[in-house]
């Protein structure tokens, strides 16, 4: 029931193989429930990130009221397993939030609420805003899932994307959905070619923001990379594996071969 009320940068690095598995209990995380805080810059990556709970699960924080979250990725797998017919809050990297600001974060990997309320970043949003992100998460839920979030009204949303096929037929349509082919091909903010959509409109970038969390863009095959600390944490194909755990970067289809060869 302790609260994390601070200011946590995690000044650009990686933890790696987060394993939390605690079915019975809720509010699950690197960081369990944060309230009147700050979390920037912190990666969670590795095959073995797992994190499970009862309600309000995610990788980088259970529940997050009234926070100020900026600059955080993660890949992994998330499992909420709530299911008598109450919100789960299953979320790639937040469960539940209320009234936070949140901006430029990434996750990819895969979510699940045996319950209601699943998202590729947040599982159930409140009172907030969220810009400049995406997700490439697979996300089920035996209820209501959103590529991105499950939403409420008062959410305030801006150029963020999910991507199209992953997962069919969300209940929340927060974000905008784009083809992987459509999110790799941009190489800059504000783009219009090749796409047939202008993306990532004022996504912040070392022009804008050199000191503090912005967006690679890379070449026309790759994702967009979160640039912490000046370095790059990119999942260039969408596959749920960032960098050096990624043995083929270039699988843009996913289908074991490396594209690029």
């Known amino acids: 029931d302790l609260e994390f009320r601070a200011v946590f940068n995690g000044n650009g690095h990686h933890i790696k ?3 939390i598995n605690r079915p019975e209990e809720s509010a699950n995380g690197l960081f369990g429930y944060v309230r009147n805080a700050e979390l920037k810059a912190i990666g969670l990556i590795g095959p073995l990130t797992f994190i499970s709970g009862n309600q309000s699960v995610g990788t980088l924080v259970g529940i997050a009221e009234n926070v100020d979250i900026t600059g955080i990725f993660g890949n992994g797998r998330v499992v909420g397993l709530e299911d008598d017919g109450a919100h789960t ?3 790639g990297l937040i469960g539940w939030a209320r009234n936070s600001r949140i901006a430029t974060i990434y996750f990819s990997g895969e979510v699940i609420a045996h319950g209601d309320d699943a998202g590729g970043l947040i599982g159930s949003i409140e009172g907030d805003s969220l810009k400049y992100s995406f997700s490439t998460a697979k996300v089920r839920s035996d209820y209501h899932y959103g590529a991105l979030a ?3 009204t008062s959410l305030s949303v801006s150029e963020n994307y999910w991507v199209t096929g992953l ?3 969300p209940y929340s349509s927060v974000g905008l959905s784009r083809s992987l082919q459509q999110l790799q091909c941009a190489t800059k903010s504000n783009q219009y070619q090749c796409s047939g959509y202008t993306v990532f409109q004022s996504w912040p970038t070392e022009v804008d923001s050199p000191d503090e969390p912005h967006w690679d863009f890379g070449t026309e095959t790759q994702l967009p990379g ?5 370095r790059i944490y990119r999942d260039s194909d969408g596959d749920g594996l ?3 755990d990624d043995l083929l970067p270039n699988d843009f289809d996913n289908d ?3 594209d690029a060869q």
């Open 242 to 244: 960032i960098g050096g």
């Open 226 to 230: 979160l640039v912490l600390s000046g």
């Open 167 to 169: 997962n069919d037929d």
């Open 89 to 91: 809050a299953a979320g």
């Open 17 to 19: 193989n987060v394993y």
């Open 150 to 152: 499950t939403k409420s």
């Open 256 to 258: 074991g071969v490396d």
